[in-house]
């Protein structure tokens, strides 16, 4: 469906994207993290054709960014993080304004407005003036904008920014029911909305990727560095401490807690799962195993690995 090489964009001397190559399929949902600056907004107003890239090559269908600007806009509809909304006209002479603007006219523009007001829940606001919505509210009558062509693919940039979490839940579910027709390529520095919504996860950093994979490739395929973290009893710090490191790939730290439970973090490196040999060793003493939990990580952890500055 859409497939970029080596995708530059530079500002004067400063290089926004640096030669990012991806592919996304018909009806994937993409989420594109990153820092503020890695370059998210960038890429997306160069696969609108809103930018010219520098460099690379963008094919989206069997049409070159370069030579067929206008077939590939008809096949987009683009919300940016801003709403282009008219706050003066109410939601319905807007909405039918833009459905003009589509060239859609009688039973076709009745039909398609009819479907967006249901999709994205506008039903009780069509009358209302856009200026006095909330921000919201706002995105909805934006989403809506940004469908009314019915594009193939959807580009969202930053589309919970600055809503409340039950605002952020709605826009939610709207963008999974939409992705259950359209390919949807969205940026957020929202990470658990992420990867609620998304079924591919892209992260950029300084204007180069360096995570693309599903959410629990991503997980799995971070470093190899894992945390168990247990709570014994009848176990002297010590001992305890000197009986786990003897593991291999384990360090441990101990840190004391109430009615005489100890409790023990473990930093476990490489590939192999340590947890049978952590518990062989501690059956083999007098001591009480209370708590035996293996911390996972979330993608907010991958997400601060993969985008230190370091």
């Known amino acids: 469906m859409i497939q970029v090489e080596g995708l530059t964009k530079y500002y004067d001397d400063f290089c926004a994207v640096d030669r990012i190559d991806f592919a996304i399929q018909k009806g994937e949902i993409i989420g594109l993290l990153g820092p503020n600056?890695?370059?998210?907004?960038?890429?997306?107003?160069?696969?609108?054709?809103?930018?010219?890239?520098?460099?690379?090559?963008?094919?989206?269908?069997?049409?070159?960014?370069?030579?067929?600007?206008?077939?590939?806009k008809q096949l987009i509809g683009y919300l940016p993080e801003s709403a282009p909304l008219y706050p003066g006209m109410l939601v319905y002479d807007y909405l039918d304004y833009v459905a003009s603007i589509r060239k859609l006219t009688g039973d076709a523009k009745a039909k398609r407005l009819r479907r967006l007001v249901g999709l994205c829940g506008l039903q009780g606001i069509m009358h209302k003036t856009i200026g006095e919505l909330s921000k919201g509210l706002k995105q909805r009558v934006g989403l809506a904008h940004a469908m009314?062509?019915?594009?193939?693919?959807?580009?969202?940039?930053?589309?919970t920014s600055g809503l409340d979490p039950n605002q952020i839940v709605e826009i939610r579910d709207i963008i999974r029911e939409i992705g259950r027709e359209k390919t949807v390529i969205l940026s957020t520095h929202i990470l658990s909305e992420a990867e609620a919504t998304c079924d591919r996860i892209v992260i950029i950093h300084q204007g180069r990727i360096v995570a693309d994979d599903r959410t629990e490739n991503l997980k799995q395929s971070g470093s190899h560095t894992r945390r168990i973290h247990l709570a014994l009893q009848n176990a002297d710090p010590a001992d305890a401490i000197a009986t786990l490191n003897t593991i291999d790939g384990i360090t441990a730290t101990a840190s004391p807690g109430p009615d005489?439970?100890?409790?023990?973090?473990?930093?476990?490196?490489?590939?192999?799962?340590?947890?049978?040999a952590v518990y062989a060793a501690i059956k083999a003493t007098d001591w009480v195993l209370v708590e035996f939990v293996q911390q996972t990580k979330n993608l907010e952890t991958i997400f601060r690995e993969l985008t230190k500055e370091n």
């Open 37 to 72: 600056g890695a370059g998210k907004t960038t890429t997306l107003r160069m696969l609108t054709g809103y930018f010219k890239p520098t460099a690379g090559q963008v094919k989206i269908k069997d049409f070159d960014i370069q030579e067929d600007i206008v077939a590939i």
């Open 148 to 159: 009314m062509s019915d594009p193939e693919i959807l580009i969202l940039d930053e589309p």
């Open 260 to 276: 005489g439970i100890l409790g023990l973090t473990l930093t476990c490196r490489g590939t192999d799962d340590p947890r049978p």
